[in-house]
């Protein structure tokens, strides 16, 4: 696709569900990055990929929290045992790598409301 | 540590007013600097980046400049449209781990 593309849209669940959210990047794009944005906050990071690779996850609030991209271009980012806390919209982006100025491209996210 | 700070919203302008909007950012090393746009029920589109010191990003009639003596990057435009109207984000670049740092966001609205 042109874009990224990020999916569900929308996910309502449970408290203690696990929660799959998936990234599919823009194609040729090295680098892939997943955020947290809270309502009326900026985008906050949780973890980056350069192609496979998970370059750093410092921002990952717990380890309930992890991602994979195991093929270098789809990534999932996965939450185990949901809190409502975990309630956000997720974000996800890829950008060319290579550099660090390199402008991230982002998707339309997921709204993750755990009930 | 990296952080950007702007300016809380929201900013209400009149259509063909001035806006400014105040972006500072605190960084180790040498960071390249941007900002972002989201309209509304849309993701995050990049605006406009500047790389280096003195440099001018601009796009669509906005403008922001690089200055590294006073660690801004204010986002301008001479003349707002009904169609500027969204959230804007200031981020950083961290050179050395390729991370982004997003400010807070400051929504506009531009009336006609």
């Known amino acids: 696709g042109a874009g990224v593309s990020q999916s569900p849209r929308y996910k309502v669940t449970k408290r203690g569900q696990d929660v799959a959210l998936r990234c599919d990047p823009i194609?040729?794009?090295?680098?892939l990055y997943w955020y947290r944005q809270a309502l009326g906050q900026g985008p906050e990071f949780l973890t980056y990929f350069n192609y496979e690779a998970q370059q750093d996850k410092s921002g990952l609030p717990n380890d309930r929290f992890s991602a994979e991209r195991p093929e270098g271009s789809i990534s999932t980012l996965t939450i185990q045992r949901t809190e409502q806390r975990d309630s956000a919209m997720y974000r996800c982006?890829?950008?060319?790598?290579?550099?660090?100025?390199?402008?991230?491209?982002f998707g339309d996210g997921t709204r993750l409301s755990i009930l | 540590g990296n952080s950007v700070t702007q300016m809380e919203g929201p900013v209400t302008l009149s259509e063909e007013a001035f806006l400014t909007i105040n972006c500072t950012y605190t960084a180790t090393g040498y960071p390249s600097l941007f900002w972002y746009v989201q309209y509304p029920g849309e993701g995050l589109q990049l605006l406009l980046k500047?790389?280096?010191?003195?440099d001018k990003g601009s796009n669509k009639g906005f403008e922001a400049t690089y200055r590294k003596e006073t660690t801004s990057f204010h986002l301008e435009k001479g003349s707002v449209q009904v169609s500027d109207s969204a959230v804007y984000f200031c981020?950083?670049?961290?050179?050395?781990?390729?991370?982004?740092?997003f400010g807070s966001g400051t929504k506009l609205n531009v009336k006609p």
């Open positions: 981020a950083l670049s961290d050179p050395n781990f390729n991370k982004f740092y």
């Open positions: 500047a790389t280096k010191a003195d």
């Open positions: 982006a890829s950008s060319l790598g290579g550099a660090p100025n390199q402008p991230q491209h």
């Open positions: 194609s040729g794009h090295v680098s």
